[in-house]
């Protein structure tokens, strides 16, 4: 019996049940009141139409506490529950993004959603009726479908990756789910298959494997993927007894252009040079942008240094061409270093570092020319590591020392300033200049660090000076370029004034002429900045640089020291003494002191004092030393 017809039985048996009881007590009623028999047919009447009026009227308001009551509503519940459960799938069924076929169990399909219709281009006409086969791309063969319903068979469900093909032919990877469905005997009856285009996410794998193995910018292969090809080149090399090359270029003065230009145009040119790069390298060469504005060419078959040699003045000759680059037309050269295989090195890594030892070499003897490597390369660059690590302790344990060499008016011939030098008291290597360390400090980021340890010690040291009674009118304390283009040296400056009470007038800060001129809108606002603090300003080395006559007009600056390599060749150096002569006569006719470094004979300190130079340092009137070791009352004499 079905639901609906036990729910009918209930009611029925309890309207009966209700019309008994009703006209039983009413029957004996209507006898206890009416003896007249006419009275009581007429009211056993009214009694009648009362009960139909009244079960109609409780039948239609109680009807659902009725079914509560008798347990007839959950029935009907379930019914109207299962009927918008399937109003429901229906509808997901066809909003579902995922297409969905169901097939009976011949495997015929028999129902489709509009997903499928979308995803395959196949109308569901042409769908139905059909077996799923329709779909194969043909990149499986039958021990894959043979797996497939073998798993389904076995447990029911089967999911994984599979090619189909749609209507257009296009073949696409689509992820897949297939679970069999059985009645209430456990046969199966039907199949439903439900499944995903999975084309966007295999090409973003794609694209996102292509991105771990190639620069973004340039779509050159990256550091990662041009040393896997060198691992492959040199086992290649190694089987056929042949041999390799890399070139390491470097593009020199890469960042006056992201400076000045900005860093859009900077990856520009970063992109025109790998286009150059690929028309000059064809076959046989792997060309790869290891980073910055560093590129690499891997070189199979290559049997002598020569050959690399060769190729590293082809990248040298066409970087010389104008590169046209957003309405700009830049010019750039490079620096090529070259490392060989297996003369150099016998691996990948080794490969790389020693052709990086050689582009520093190339770097260090003047920029826009290669090097090849050399064993004294690698001992350098051991060198420089250890260097370097050493100089990270020296500064924790407190190794660098500050020396003072003494500056000299030229005209009283008398010590009036010292200007302050970094020296490291190594353990093992003992005294070290600055020439060993700093170049390797301003590579490492530790060249900052330095400065600032330099200025809080010369301030510190001039304060007891002052305390002592020393007449110095001022310290000239070195800052790099490095420091001197973060906006933190005003606040660097300020609190090493304010530390040390040291009167901001006797402190005079140096820096060089390429630091000003790379940048000068920075430089310049650095200098005004500076300026408010009341010291001075000095620009060192001058002349060896491109200074602009309209940009140091604008500079703050109190004072030109010439370069020592233009001093050297005084008094006899026709070249050098025009350039001085024409320094110094630039600084008077702007009102600033002219200081000259590097003097080291009476002949040179006479020659500068004829020309009207106002101070004057060098080995002559006194070398580098510690505070305690100057001589205040020396004034050697200039004129005999």
């Known amino acids: 019996m079905s639901v609906s017809s036990r729910d009918a039985l209930r009611t029925a048996l309890l309207y009966g049940l209700l019309a008994v009881f009703w006209l039983l007590v009413t029957d004996h009623l209507l006898n206890s009141y009416f003896d007249d028999s006419a009275q009581l047919v007429r009211w056993q009447q009214v009694n009648g139409y009362v009960f139909a009026l009244f079960s109609a009227v409780l039948i239609f308001f109680a009807r659902a506490r009725l079914f509560d009551f008798l347990g007839m509503n959950p029935g009907l519940k379930r019914q109207l529950q299962d009927r918008e459960r399937l109003r429901q799938a229906a509808v997901v069924f066809d909003c579902t993004r995922e297409g969905v076929l169901v097939s009976d169990s011949r495997g015929v399909i028999v129902h489709v959603n509009r997903a499928l219709v979308e995803i395959t281009g196949y109308p569901a006409e042409e769908v139905l009726g059909r077996r799923p086969n329709m779909f194969k ?11 497939m ?16 093909r749609r209507k257009s032919g296009e073949i696409y990877p689509q992820w897949q789910t297939v679970r069999a469905i059985t009645d209430d005997k456990g046969q199966v009856s039907h199949y439903v298959a439900v499944f995903s285009d999975i084309s966007a996410i295999k090409n973003s794998q794609t694209e996102l494997a292509r991105l771990v193995h190639h620069d973004p910018l340039t779509d050159l292969p990256n550091r990662l993927l041009f040393t896997d090809r060198t691992e492959q080149a040199l086992a290649s090399a190694q089987r056929h007894q042949t041999g390799c090359a890399l070139l390491m270029i470097d593009l020199d003065h890469f960042k006056i252009i992201n400076d000045s230009l900005g860093h859009n145009v900077g990856d520009l040119l970063l992109k025109a040079v790998a286009e150059r790069l690929l028309r000059v390298f064809g076959k046989g060469f792997t060309v790869a942008r290891l980073g910055g504005d560093e590129f690499a060419v891997l070189v199979d078959s290559c049997e002598h240094a020569s050959q690399a040699a060769g190729l590293a003045q082809q990248v040298l000759e066409v970087m010389k061409g104008p590169f046209d680059v957003d309405r700009h037309q830049l010019f750039i050269s490079a620096s090529v270093g070259i490392s060989v295989f297996p003369g150099d090195a016998l691996n990948a890594e080794q490969l790389l570092r020693n052709a990086d030892s050689a582009l520093f070499k190339a770097k260090s003897s003047g920029r826009e020319g290669y090097a090849l490597y050399t064993e004294e390369l690698t001992a350098h660059a051991q060198y420089r590591v250890e260097v370097a690590s050493d100089l990270r302790r020296a500064l924790e344990q407190h190794e660098l020392r500050v020396y003072y060499q003494p500056v000299h008016n030229l005209k009283t011939s008398r010590l009036i300033g010292v200007e302050a030098l970094v020296r490291w008291e190594h353990p093992l290597r003992g005294l070290l200049s600055p020439g060993e360390f700093i170049p390797i400090a301003e590579r490492t980021g530790l060249i900052a660090e330095i400065d600032a340890w330099v200025l809080e010690q010369a301030c510190w040291q001039m304060v007891q000076w ?10 000239a304390v070195n800052i790099s370029s490095r420091l001197f283009a973060r906006p933190e040296l005003f606040s660097l400056v300020s609190t090493v004034l304010a ?11 140096e820096v060089t002429e390429s630091a000003v001129m790379d940048n000068s809108q920075v430089a310049l606002e650095q200098m005004h900045r500076l300026r408010v603090l009341g010291l001075r300003l000095a620009i060192d080395d001058f002349g060896t640089g491109f200074s602009s006559l309209l940009r140091l007009k604008r500079l703050p600056v109190q004072k030109l020291k010439i370069d020592q390599g233009f001093v050297a060749g005084l008094p006899g150096d026709n070249d050098d003494v025009a350039i001085v002569r024409a320094v110094i006569a630039l600084g008077q006719s702007m009102g600033l002191e002219v200081h000259a470094e590097g003097i080291e004979q009476v002949e040179q300190a006479q020659f500068l004092l004829d020309l009207d130079c106002n101070l004057g340092q060098g080995y002559w009137f006194g070398r580098p030393m510690p505070a305690k070791d100057l001589d205040w009352q020396r004034a ?3 004129r005999p």
């Open 137 to 147: 791309s043909g990149r499986h063969g039958p021990a894959f479908y043979q797996a």
């Open 149 to 164: 319903f073998k798993t389904i068979d076995e447990r029911g469900e089967w999911h994984g990756e599979i090619w189909n």
């Open 636 to 638: 050697p004499a200039i």
């Open 466 to 475: 002052q305390a002592a009674g020393v007449e110095l009118s001022f310290v």
């Open 499 to 509: 530390d040390t009470g040291l009167d901001p007038a006797l402190l005079e800060l």
